[in-house]
């Protein structure tokens, strides 16, 4: 992927699972920040902590945010202007905390499948959470899903700023190119 660190500074950086731009960059600052740890009791054990921790974070950020307005280019296709909640490039099926967020998405297939959640309210987002944990939101009317090999993103106001993590890592921001490189990684298997 081909992002800004800063403005005017170029990046590239490669993922494997998923990346993503809208409520995660919140979510991951929260969990990291420890913000959403204080709603969880001192006796839960560390693994389920986590958890508790990342969902608690991800409460809190539906309820305070508001969508993005991007431009998004998928492949040759024409520019559209999308309001998102959330915006994912996924090589992989899972991210944040187990939830199967490109349930049809395959390591291999030399495509990216790309999951937009557009303007849902938040009660509307959190009332369908699970799903997202089942991979059955894409049936929902504010769901997209596409494929494609590569995506150019930026945000409508250009001195907005609209952060990009990568693997659970925040990275960047927009403009962002994600672009797929078939067969890039070789793994041994014993």
């Known amino acids: 992927m081909a992002f800004s660190s800063r403005p005017g500074s170029p990046n590239t950086r490669f993922f ?11 979510v991951l600052d929260k969990t990291a920040s420890g913000q959403a740890k204080k709603w969880i009791p001192g006796f839960a054990p560390r693994k389920l902590s986590s958890k508790l921790s990342y969902a608690a974070a991800t409460v809190q950020t539906t309820l305070s945010s508001t969508p993005t307005e991007v431009h998004v280019q998928l492949d040759e296709q024409p520019d559209r202007r999308l309001r998102v909640a ?17 349930p ?16 849902a309210s938040a009660f509307r987002i959190l009332a369908n959470s699970p799903r997202l944990y089942f991979g059955a939101h ?11 090999k590569q ?13 990009v993590e990568l693997d659970g890592e925040v990275l960047g921001r927009l403009p962002a190119t994600f672009q797929i490189i078939p067969l890039a990684l070789r793994v041994r298997c014993p």
């Open 16 to 26: 494997i699972n998923v990346a993503s731009f809208g409520m995660s960059t919140t």
């Open 86 to 102: 959330e915006f994912c490039v996924a090589n992989a099926r899972y991210y944040g905390g187990a939830m199967k967020i490109a």
């Open 104 to 119: 049809d998405a395959k390591l291999d297939d030399g495509q990216f499948d790309i999951i937009t959640i557009g303007d």
């Open 138 to 148: 894409l049936r929902m009317n504010e769901v997209t899903h596409a494929l494609a």
């Open 151 to 163: 995506v150019v993103a930026r945000p409508v106001k250009k001195d907005e700023e609209v952060r």
